[in-house]
Each structure stands twice: as C-alpha cells, then as structure tokens.
C-alpha cells in the first residue's frame, strides 16, 4: 500500500500499521491521533468530517485524553476507523482538494506532537514468560543444575505491578533508592540502588472486559487483546535481591516503568505471525494453544550516555517467547479474574539464545561481572545517572514493516 503522504522505507508507521496514541494537538489538547510515516493524524478532525461511523462514535469520543472508551467499542469498529484512515491516505485515493484540506488542518509534524500515556491503566500484571531470561537468572542465583523453578515449564509466573508509576516513553525518573544487603555487611544500608537496570519487554492492552468469575478460553483470548507496545520494566537489582524472599518483587520494581506511545493493534501485526518454541512436558488443557501464537518482532535496545552516541547493546526478538499472550491470558483469569479494558500485561524480559540477545543488564554484563564497553570508552556494569534507555521494535517481512517507534527514559540523580 503507498501513502500519498510521503513515507520512509524504514519507517515504523507505514500505512500497514494505523497504531493509536493521545497527542496533545497545539490549541487544542489532548486527541486521540494516529501516525502515518513522520506525520500525526488528529482523528477528531476526520471525525467531524464524517470519516467514521456516526452510528458508533460521536465526534466528542475522539476528543479524548485516554483511548479506553474508544477501545470499549470493540475490534469491529475500532477496525473500520483504521480501514477508512487506510483508504483516505491510499495514493490511489489521492484527491488535490480534499489532501490540501487534511494537510492543513489534520496532519502535524511528529516532532510537534506531544504524546501521552495512551490508556488509563487499571492494573498491571507482569510475567515473566522467556525460558532464555529465566534459565540465566536462575544460573546466577540459584543452582546451575537446576536453573528453573518446578513450576515454570507448568504456568505462566506473573506478578502483580503497579500501574500508577507506568510512565510514557521520552519520561525522567530518579535513581531509586531502597535497602540494600551488601555481601560483605551483616545487616543493610539504606542508600540508592547501585544496580539499576531496564528489561526489554512487549505489553499488550487489553481491550475487552470479563465478568468477575468468568475465566477466559485460549481460543478466545486474542478477542480481548486489542494491542501491543514496548515495554521498559526497570529494575533495582540489589534492592530486589534483598527483598524478594517470601513475597516477591516490591519497591525494586514500583518506581518506574515505560512504555511506546502508540499502541499498535492486533490487526497491524498479523503478518508476523510465527510459531512458538516446544513446550515440554505437555501443558494442561486450560493452557493448550493452537496455530501461530508467537510474533516475529525485532527488539533493540541502546544506551546513550548523558554527553555521547546512542549505542545497542542488546538485540533480541518477541518470537522467542516460550508462553504466549494467549497462555498468558488464559492462566491470568482461570481463577476467574476480571480483566478491564486499559489494564496492561507486561510480557516478562525478553532474552534470546545468544549473549548479545540478553533482555537485561543483570543478562549481558552477568551480574556486573562482564562490563559492557560503549564508544565513548565508558563501561557499564548496570545504568548510569543521564543515560538514557532507548528501546526499539519493529516486524518486517515481504517489504512490509510496522512498529512500535521508541520507548525511552533518562536516569537523573537520585532526589535529594
């Protein structure tokens, strides 16, 4: 499909893709937009201009600081808005008047644009679904011998985050700080963390509600899904390994977690279907998924230091996955859980089979034993106060990419 408005080839946001996001149009506030090539959309104006269905949505539902009601409406209509923004920037479509008219008053410079966080975030649940990542953690903390835990090849482990503290991407946060046990001290300090770190991760954003009671069937659960972004869990290492036993996670992770601005829809990613890694031993009938549940999505992840170039340190890839969105999902509300539209569910850090596919610091530098050397001839243990997290993705296949843009977020001094 070509655009009549100009788009890169490697642009993230081809006509294949119509993701949603909440930008702040100048004059006017917050809209729900979406992105073609470096260009933003404000959908409020094609909706006051009679290009969706004024049977489904008013023009005020795009006129909106958060996209949960406009999601509420279901795959089928949020699909049809996507189609006719499809048909209205075909070439083939292209009218002089009609284009002159959307440019002056629909289309901003991207750089222009600020974006916000997408949805109203419920609750936030976080699981950690990558054999690779959690072979390695148990590897350097646990035995070698016996890396996973009895359950892990059984169900998706998941825990409860929280959702207040997830922040858009180009977001500052502050070191954390937390108690920390050092090895050679008989009791812990209070201090900063000395160990921070991010994860590479994919969330998706649910976008249909369960009944409190009612389970979720794998086969159906795509149906509540409504789309993907990036997803950056940071993490406080020394805090965490301080903190963890009995409970699990706490303020190691509730400081900060960021996310893509445009949310990039089921439908956009089709095309990248693939399957998933063999489970082994069988799962259980609740959890058995079939055809392409996997997504072949290129991650990048770099750092660039306050005063130097960005640089990758990590590359790695959403295929590699052993339990899938689905599973996740399904195992999620098999209790009878109820999920709500805008609540996000975090994919779990994602690490391939090499060393330089590692989704964490903790991974790459092996727990600050194997510095990483960027460019600018400083080394990296963990994060350093000014760098800045850039995380990336993207599919591609028969010259068809869409993606997610970036995920960003500087590290500032901890806060007096």
């Known amino acids: 499909m070509k655009s009549w408005i100009e788009i890169k080839a490697d642009s993230d946001f081809s006509l294949h893709n119509i993701p949603f996001g909440i930008g702040v149009i100048p004059g006017s506030g917050p809209r729900i937009c979406t992105r073609i090539g470096d260009k933003v959309v404000d959908l409020s104006i094609m909706a006051n201009n009679a290009y969706f269905d004024r049977s489904v949505f008013k023009d005020s539902d795009f006129v909106a600081s958060e996209l949960n009601n406009f999601i509420s409406k279901g795959k089928q209509a949020t699909g049809k808005v996507r189609s006719a923004i499809i048909e209205c920037f075909l070439e083939k479509n292209y009218n002089e008047s009609e284009a002159g008219f959307i ?51 059984h169900i998706p482990v998941g825990y409860h985050g929280r959702a207040s503290s997830i922040l858009v991407s180009g977001s500052s946060i502050y070191r954390p700080k ?37 389970s979720i069937p794998i ?126 569910c975090g994919s779990g850090t994602i690490s391939g089979h090499a060393e330089g596919s590692y989704g964490s610091m903790l991974e790459l530098t092996w727990k600050g034993t194997r510095p990483i050397v960027l460019p600018d001839g400083s080394d990296r243990k963990f994060l350093n106060d000014n760098d800045t997290v850039i995380m990336r993705g ?23």
């Open 219 to 344: 086969s159906e659960a795509e149906d509540y899904i409504f789309g993907m972004v990036l997803f950056n869990d940071l993490s406080a290492r020394d805090i965490q390994s301080w903190e963890y036993v009995p409970l699990g996670p706490f303020l190691s992770k509730n400081f900060a977690s960021v996310i893509s601005p445009w949310v990039v829809t089921m439908e956009a990613l089709e095309l990248f279907r693939c399957a998933g890694p063999v489970q082994q031993p069988e799962v259980l009938p609740y959890l058995k998924s079939d055809g392409d549940r996997n997504f072949d999505l290129n991650l990048d992840v770099l750092i660039k230091p306050g005063k130097g170039n960005e640089a990758s340190v990590c590359q790695s890839n959403f295929k590699y996955m052993y339990w899938n969105m689905s599973q996740q999902l399904a195992h999620h509300t098999v209790n009878g859980c109820n999920m709500r539209v805008g609540d996000l």
């Open 394 to 416: 993207f599919g591609d296949k028969g010259g068809v990419r869409v993606g997610f843009g970036e995920a960003t977020v500087t590290i500032l001094p901890p806060k007096q």
């Open 103 to 153: 440019s002056d008053f629909m289309l901003y410079d991207a750089s222009d644009i600020q974006m916000l966080l997408p949805v109203r975030i419920g609750d936030y649940t976080d699981f950690y679904s990558s054999i690779e990542h959690a072979t390695n953690v148990g590897i350097m903390f646990r035995d070698p011998a016996n890396a996973l835990l009895p359950n892990w090849r």
């Open 178 to 214: 937390g108690q920390v046990k050092p090895a050679d001290a008989s009791s812990p300090v209070f201090k900063p963390t000395g160990q921070l770190d991010f994860e590479l991760e994919t969330a998706f954003v649910i976008g249909k509600e369960n009944r409190l009671g009612e």
